[in-house]
């Protein structure tokens, strides 16, 4: 399977795993994934991985001592759910073992061979990944540092987590329940390591200084 096939279907088995959980900003070793997609080679698995971050669908994180993770973007997300680019995600929800079967050969998916796409669905198109927002770009910045932020302990980072999800979310809406974001963001703001992103968070959005 080719590097870009590989990141695809890398990215898709990730947004699978971040799916299952009460929100998207979690790291998952890689190895993880491997096992998942049924790769054997993890040094291309890696590469495929270093692609997607290159294009900003994933972020990276990793140490001398541990394995490295993956977390999805919101632009991977985006990605994901509008099919990709080579065809290998909507191969791998119509067949996953078929293409897990694939994962460790010299050979193309063979497209031709899936299932039909169901009546009134449109074949996909390569999407084009829409330009982040300042304020998007914040909002990721600030979970990255959550979850990097050794100094928290499990609840505090995962109530931390799931604050972030629900501004991301409010942020999201055509109508914005300020109340609600001004108050999640001064209980974030009790993070030392995020302190100055929530501020200027809280400036663009409430202009609140």
Do not use: C
Request: glycine share 6%; aromatic share 6%; charged share 20%.
């Amino acid at each position: 399977m080719d590097i870009h096939t590989l990141a695809e279907l890398f990215l898709a088995s990730l947004y699978d795993m971040a799916e299952r959980q009460p929100h998207s900003y979690f790291f998952f070793p890689v190895q993880e994934i491997a096992a998942r997609i049924g790769t054997e080679n993890l040094e291309q698995l890696v590469q495929a991985a270093l692609t997607m971050e290159s294009r900003g669908l994933v972020s990276l994180a990793g140490d001398p001592f541990g394995p490295l993770s993956a977390m999805i973007s919101p632009e991977g997300i985006w990605f994901v759910e509008n099919g990709g680019e080579t065809g290998i995600i909507r191969a791998y929800r119509s067949n996953p073992s078929a293409v897990a079967a694939s994962v460790n050969k010299d050979m193309p998916v063979d497209m031709e061979s899936l299932p039909p796409l169901p009546e009134g669905v449109t074949p996909e198109k390569s999407p084009e990944v829409p330009e982040v927002t300042g304020i998007e770009l914040l909002v990721t910045y600030i979970a990255s540092a959550i979850a990097d932020d050794d100094s928290l302990d499990a609840v505090t980072r995962e109530d931390a987590l799931r604050d972030v999800e629900t501004v991301k979310i409010q942020l999201g809406r055509a109508t914005k329940n300020l109340s609600l974001i001004s108050a999640l963001l001064d209980s974030l703001s009790n993070i030392t390591s995020i302190r100055q992103m929530v501020a200027d968070l809280g400036a663009a959005v409430l202009d609140k200084p």
